[in-house]
């Protein structure tokens, strides 16, 4: 079944500690998309991608880093995860610019 | 500066009740506006945009480039669209991108 997957949903790691967020789709989309949301805050845009080898970083700066290696993976990694780092990841495909699909997200706890 | 505001973080209706979801947005260019929502435990979804004047599960929003509004209405609340609803615009600058607002909790109690 086409869909946006995001592995892991929870993570609750300590400081310093390096992770990797997946993010995964089997539509077929070239655009990928990763957000940042607070709670109760807006979605903030911090990498995205045109398609393989295309990285960007977005309007809200993050000590974040992607890679787009195949068409259908986008993980973003934190080299050392620090408690500021704790949020919600959201990642998103696209096949135009102005719809996006939205994974169910990972929820990061830095402690 | 690109910005789209969403005045109140929480709507409080009866079912049955009408509901306009307020929203605003800043941006020099055309704009192109949708409303995304997300039902708990859901992730989040499209549920209409402004180009293709559609009403989707009865709500409906009207572009307002006068007022520069966005606002999503529904004459008649069901407690099914209790949910997380975010305005977001699409800004065509550079890269394309789209810009959230902060999002508005609709519930509607019976």
């Known amino acids: 079944e086409a869909d946006i997957y995001q592995t892991p949903r929870y993570l609750v790691i300590g400081t310093g500690k390096k992770i990797t967020l997946e993010c995964s789709q089997t539509?077929?989309?070239?655009?990928m998309y990763w957000y940042q949301q607070d709670p109760g805050m807006e979605l903030h845009l911090i990498h995205y991608?045109?398609?393989?080898?295309?990285?960007e970083k977005g309007d809200l700066s993050s000590e974040s880093t992607v890679s787009r290696i195949r068409t259908e993976h986008f993980p973003l990694t934190l080299e050392s995860a620090r408690p500021s780092h704790t949020s919600q990841y959201l990642c998103?495909?696209?096949?135009?610019?102005?719809?996006?699909?939205f994974g169910p997200g990972t929820r990061l706890t830095v402690l | 500066a690109q910005r789209v505001t969403q005045p109140e973080k929480l709507l409080s209706v009866f079912k049955g009740a009408p509901v306009e979801l307020k929203c605003n947005y800043s941006?020099?260019?055309?704009?192109?506006l949708f409303w995304y929502v997300q039902y708990s435990r859901q992730r989040l979804q499209l549920l209409l945009r402004?180009?293709s004047r559609e009403s989707i599960k009865g709500f409906t929003a009207d572009l307002n480039k006068g007022e520069t509004s966005f606002h999503l209405k529904k004459p008649f609340a069901q407690e099914e669209d209790s949910a997380m609803y975010y305005c977001?615009?699409?800004?065509?600058?550079?890269?394309?991108?789209?810009?959230f607002g902060a999002g508005t909790r609709l519930a509607v109690h019976p």
């Open positions: 998103a495909s696209s096949p135009r610019w102005n719809e996006q699909f």
């Open positions: 539509m077929g989309h070239d655009k």
């Open positions: 991608s045109y398609g393989v080898n295309s990285t």
């Open positions: 941006y020099s260019g055309s704009p192109e």
């Open positions: 402004h180009i």
């Open positions: 977001a615009l699409l800004f065509s600058g550079g890269y394309n991108k789209l810009i």
